[in-house]
């Protein structure tokens, strides 16, 4: 009979345990689900007939060695190395993935060691006299009552003991917990990836500024020259009594005007040289010596690959940290679902206790306590059902904030392509309007040399021709720049750097790069 009542109570036990570790696999709230945004099939703004034409293939996620530029390529590939913004980034991904080690630990029983010493007084002389012990006792048994007054006198109590607590995860809260970390650790990823493409579309678009800076400042330097020119032959004609005095000043102010814009244009490049050192992580002037010297505008490519709107969201970074946040917002709900419903641990205590230390090694003087504890949640005010329904609004505006970085996602790219298409047609008009005006001052300086038209001809086409050229350059950068806008709106450039290596922490909290 022993034997059987045994078996019974293995079995309950068993069963018991079978129904915990069924309990433990399942997680209450709704799953999550990647969403699929609405897009359509291609962009608005493709048709383009004039210059680099948009097409729709995979975009070069190294989109900045389409100017094939060598300079520009190591600028970028030291911005990533060195960029001090980027670098915080990386740090958010450390401390998120600490995040996750701190949501795992609540699946483990906590284990606590505990020493004291304590000088102790029970008052068990009072609880004695109050009982009578003492008026019931022979007065000629001294030894007993020897004895009674020893155990109430005080003591020091010596004690050392272990505790363990362990919450079983029945309700799936520890999972939920670990998902919504999980997925803050991608949101910060993300982000991450983020800061990085706009890292990216800075350098390119400050390196593209400083050579169209630069650019402006070599046409109005050559037609400080030719207004140099001018005024010299004005100055010829005037002394040789073919031409006014007017006219000789009318051709020095012109000269004035053009040196007079001159300092605008050189303080652009002064402060892209010293914006470029910054993003590069180090002291404004560091890279002067590197980008003083000035270069030619770099092409644009022929064709410009845009890939189509159904594949935006899995590559613009700022999509995926929204896609992020919805699904911490989804897990989120399970967490507070799960505190509405009973939690069962499991606890434990065992230690060596006595008043005399020397005696703490014996097993007589152990103590242990074990058991399961039941919590039930009654009545908390409408709190937790408080905390799911705020749970669910939370969720609902974490999609539409999704579906709206979506939208806004696809209105940049339409923006950027109309913007680069109509800065092209302004380059190509500009080019056929600097062509002419160049053959028209050559012939108004023809003539006037030879005395057969006035000098007002000669200044105006002069002044139109110094002003097209200008606007032809910033035209030409504008491009550039509306390309880079392009490129960043399409959200590549995270691709090639996904091996982050993130630091490593002792516990007094110092860094350790590894």
């Given at each position: 009979m022993q034997m059987i009542s045994t078996r019974l109570s293995f079995s309950q036990v068993a069963l018991v345990m079978l129904s915990v570790l069924t309990l433990s696999a399942c997680s209450v709230g709704p799953d999550y689900y990647a969403p699929k945004p609405v897009t359509a099939s291609h962009f608005n703004a493709m048709d383009s007939d004039?210059?680099?034409?948009?097409?729709?293939?995979?975009?070069?996620?190294?989109?900045?060695?389409?100017?094939?530029?060598?300079?520009?390529?190591?600028?970028?590939?030291?911005?990533?190395?060195?960029?001090?913004?980027?670098?915080?980034?990386?740090?958010?991904?450390?401390?998120?993935?600490?995040?996750?080690?701190?949501?795992?630990?609540?699946?483990?029983?906590?284990?606590?060691?505990?020493?004291?010493?304590?000088?102790?007084?029970?008052?068990?002389?009072?609880?004695?006299?109050?009982?009578?012990?003492?008026?019931?006792?022979?007065?000629?048994?001294?030894?007993?009552?020897?004895?009674?007054?020893?155990?109430?006198?005080?003591?020091?109590?010596y004690q050392g003991h272990f505790d363990a607590s362990w919450e079983l995860d029945l309700w799936g809260k520890v999972r939920r917990q670990v998902e919504v970390a999980k997925a803050r650790q991608q949101q910060s990823i993300e982000t991450r990836n983020d800061a990085l493409v706009s890292l990216e579309a800075e350098v390119a678009r400050t390196y593209l500024q400083l050579r169209g800076a630069q650019a402006v400042t070599q046409t109005i330097e050559t037609q400080i020259q030719v207004a140099q020119q001018t005024l010299t032959l004005t100055q010829s004609q005037q002394q040789n009594g073919l031409s006014p005095m007017t006219d000789v000043e009318n051709a020095r102010a012109q000269l004035g005007f053009l040196r007079a814009q001159l300092p605008q244009y050189q303080s652009q490049v002064r402060q892209a040289m010293s914006g470029m050192a910054v993003l590069l992580g180090k002291v404004p002037g560091a890279l002067d010596s590197e980008l003083a010297t000035p270069k030619a505008m770099p092409l644009l490519p022929a064709r410009v690959s845009v890939g189509v709107p159904s594949t935006l969201a899995r590559r613009r970074p700022d999509v995926r940290v929204a896609e992020a946040q919805l699904h911490a917002a989804t897990a989120n709900i399970g967490v507070a679902i799960a505190q509405m419903f009973p939690s069962l641990s499991l606890t434990g205590e065992f230690g060596m206790r006595n008043t005399d230390a020397s005696y703490l090694d014996n097993w007589s003087s152990h103590f242990y306590s074990v058991g399961p504890s039941l919590s039930i949640p009654i009545f908390q005010g409408g709190r937790l059902v408080s905390s799911v329904k705020l749970a669910r609004a939370d969720q609902a505006s974490a999609a539409l904030g999704y579906r709206q970085t979506v939208l806004n996602a696809l209105q940049e790219v339409e923006n950027a392509l109309v913007s680069y298409h109509a800065d092209q047609q302004r380059v190509a008009s500009l080019n056929e309007t600097v062509d002419a005006q160049q053959s028209a001052f050559d012939l108004a300086r023809d003539s006037y040399s030879k005395g057969l038209s006035s000098f007002i001809e000669v200044l105006d086409a002069q002044r139109q021709l110094a002003q097209t050229r200008q606007q032809l350059v910033l035209a030409r950068m504008q491009s550039s720049v509306d390309l880079v806008a392009l490129y960043k709106s399409l959200g590549g450039g995270w691709e090639p750097y996904q091996t982050v290596n993130l630091p490593a922490f002792s516990v007094s909290g110092e860094a350790i790069q590894g």
């Open positions: 004039t210059g680099s034409k948009p097409q729709a293939s995979a975009i070069n996620p190294q989109w900045w060695k389409t100017f094939q530029d060598p300079q520009l390529d190591s600028l970028i590939s030291r911005s990533i190395a060195g960029n001090l913004s980027l670098q915080q980034a990386v740090m958010r991904i450390a401390s998120a993935r600490q995040q996750i080690d701190q949501a795992r630990g609540a699946w483990f029983p906590g284990v606590a060691g505990t020493g004291q010493i304590t000088r102790q007084q029970l008052g068990a002389e009072g609880l004695l006299a109050s009982n009578g012990v003492y008026d019931q006792m022979n007065q000629n048994a001294g030894q007993y009552r020897s004895m009674l007054d020893s155990l109430t006198k005080p003591v020091t109590l």
